[in-house]
């Protein structure tokens, strides 16, 4: 027996919808990335992967948002659902995202999804977000959300591919003029001109003069202690860290001293960002025993890199020669 024509039409219909919803699902997804690459900005196709029941779209919406956060309505909305997807891979490309705008905003969109589990596949880049330097100034420089504890411990777990045995393998060659070079660019795309100068390049934020740091250190402790900053404090980076009566924690640097107030400068990196205290407001008063200096600043470097960055900072920029021992740093 034939089914009706009625009940063949009726299923040829739902037949060419559900192939037609599939092709603009694909096809928006196609157009998504074409606009990711040619960077084309896009916040309509950005909003409706957001939206989308599939992972990979809800991925590419987090990283339209880190290009495009300013041209899309609620974008940092958006992200806050991205950061509390039920996809650990969501999860991490919209904090990797938010690191990247690294604003305020950013950081409180992404903040109420770190007490959920994170696997070790995910948490060096959730980590390594984390811990930019924008991002450092809302949980270590002033926790003011409490998040410290819970960052910390996602740091701690992050992995390097520099392990104790990488650093002693690593072989460090003569200071020759192209090895200073290169250790001079290595030493300006790690991020160490933000806060330190060498034979004139660079910005002294902290007051922690390096010139002469080759007699201080031999080429293995050199790479650790750039691995761990905490493990030794100039006192002229040291930072201090100061609880108010209203509950505020701020960590920082005193850079002014009144009668009745200071000035704590939270950023060295910004040496503008200055914020004042009162004495009479100020409850508790400590050094801090953590680095301004962020941990994992070698992660991105070979081993070559490592070396010649080494070779540079111990021959002063290339000023003097390479020691050949190393004096206990005070």
């Known amino acids: 027996m034939k089914p009706p024509i009625h009940g063949l039409l009726r299923l040829a219909i739902v037949l060419i919808a559900t192939g037609i919803c599939g092709s603009a699902t ?16 896009r916040p309509d196709l950005v909003l409706a ?19 495009w956060h300013e041209h899309i309505p609620g974008a940092m909305g958006c992200l806050r ?10 999860v991490t490309k919209a904090i990797v995202a938010a690191g990247q705008i690294g604003t305020r905003e950013a950081f409180l969109a ?10 070790d596949a995910h948490v060096t880049a959730i980590a390594d977000a984390l811990d930019r330097r924008a991002f450092r100034v809302y949980w270590l420089q002033s926790d003011e959300f409490g998040l410290r504890p819970t960052i910390s ?11 104790p045995s990488s650093l002693a393998a690593l072989e460090f060659p ?20 933000a806060c330190h100068r060498v034979n004139g390049y660079g910005h002294d934020a902290f007051n922690v003069p390096l010139k002469g740091i080759g007699m201080c250190h031999d080429n293995v402790t050199l790479v650790q202690h750039i691995l761990s900053p905490s493990l030794d404090i100039h006192d002229g980076g040291r930072q201090e860290r100061f609880v108010t009566e209203d509950g505020r924690l701020l960590v920082g640097r005193v850079t002014r001293s009144q009668a009745n107030r200071l000035a704590v400068q939270t950023d060295a990196t910004q040496p503008e960002r200055i914020q004042w205290i009162d004495r009479d407001e100020i409850i508790h008063r400590e050094h801090s025993d953590v ?31 390479m020691p050949s021992t190393a004096h206990d740093h005070h």
């Open 26 to 41: 694909a096809n928006d997804e196609t157009k998504l990335a074409t606009a990711l690459h040619q960077r084309v900005p």
């Open 49 to 67: 992967a957001a939206d989308s029941g599939d992972v990979t779209d809800r991925m590419l919406a987090a990283e339209g948002i880190r290009l």
């Open 81 to 90: 659902r991205l950061a509390n997807d039920a996809s650990l891979d969501v």
């Open 110 to 119: 992404v903040s109420g999804s770190l007490d959920r589990e994170i696997d």
């Open 153 to 163: 411990a996602l740091i701690t777990r992050r992995s390097s591919p520099h392990d």
């Open 174 to 193: 003569p200071p020759s003029h192209s090895v200073v070079e290169s250790g001079r660019a290595v030493f300006q795309s790690a991020g160490c001109v």
């Open 291 to 321: 680095s301004p200096m962020p941990t994992g600043l070698l992660d991105s470097l070979t081993p070559t890199q490592i070396a010649d960055l080494v070779v540079y900072l111990r021959t002063d920029g290339g000023l003097v020669p």
